[in-house]
């Protein structure tokens, strides 16, 4: 069975910084590409960054280029996200997602 447990979120000042972490089991991780998604308040979840499966190739999108960083480590099953010089629009859910499955998120607030 899939399962993606996301953690890390929070409160945080604009200009701060977090990382998330997401925990995968249930299927051969190291085999596939895993994206980090958000949702905020009111919107559509958009992918944020994407991972190959080594890691060696990131993809984000242009809102967090230059702010956010994905990175995984195969050995524990696990993606990271470090968010930092966070915005107030960055607030959301985010969750991380791969063979159609997504965990159940972690709440991203960016408030003063």
């Known amino acids: 069975q899939v399962q993606l447990v996301e953690s890390g979120g929070g409160l945080v000042q604009p200009g701060g910084s977090l990382t998330l972490s997401c925990v995968a089991s249930?299927?051969?991780?190291?085999?596939?590409?895993v994206t980090w998604y958000r949702r905020p308040p009111g919107k559509e979840r958009e992918p944020v960054a994407v991972i190959s499966v080594t890691g060696g190739t990131t993809n984000y999108a242009d809102s967090v280029k230059g702010r956010f960083t994905i990175s995984r480590d195969n050995t524990k099953n696990t993606v990271y996200l470090q968010m930092k010089n966070l915005k107030r629009e960055d607030t959301g859910v985010y969750y991380c997602?791969?063979?159609?499955?997504w965990g159940q998120g972690t709440q991203v607030t960016v408030s003063s």
């Open positions: 249930g299927f051969t991780f190291s085999s596939y590409a």
């Open positions: 997602g791969t063979l159609g499955y």
